[in-house]
């Protein structure tokens, strides 16, 4: 079984950072693209940073210069460093990652289950 678990979120003051962690864990075979989205309340979930296998990276306009996205592939974990925090980044922030498994050559998407970002004082 593969499992994604997000940890890091929390209650941060506008103008604060928080970092973001995704690992993924189980009988992995590879990882390629890992992919941060958020949903506010009432709102669409959104594509906020995604970064593929090889380390490219991709931002939405609303978070780049302010949001790093960066991977560790020895521990199957991605990160999204969170800088100049906004209100409007309230959310919860979900991980999703492409992978293939022992049981499932074909990757498959895996989402985690969310971590709350209130930017608030």
């Known amino acids: 079984q593969v499992q994604v678990v997000e940890s890091g979120g929390g209650l941060v003051q506008p103008g604060g950072s928080l970092r973001l962690s995704c690992a993924a864990s189980g009988n992995i075979l590879r990882i390629y693209d890992m992919t941060w989205y958020r949903q506010a309340p009432g709102n669409q979930r959104e594509l906020v940073a995604s970064i593929t296998s090889g380390g490219s990276t991709n931002y939405a306009d609303s978070v780049k210069g302010r949001f790093t996205i960066s991977r560790d592939n020895a521990k199957n974990t991605v990160y999204l460093q969170m800088d100049s925090l906004k209100p409007e980044d309230t959310a919860v922030y979900s991980c999703?990652?492409?992978?293939?498994?022992?049981?499932?050559?074909?990757?498959?998407?895996?989402w985690g289950q969310g971590t709350q970002v209130t930017v608030s004082s």
């Open positions: 999703n990652a492409r992978i293939s498994s022992t049981t499932r050559w074909s990757a498959i998407y895996y």
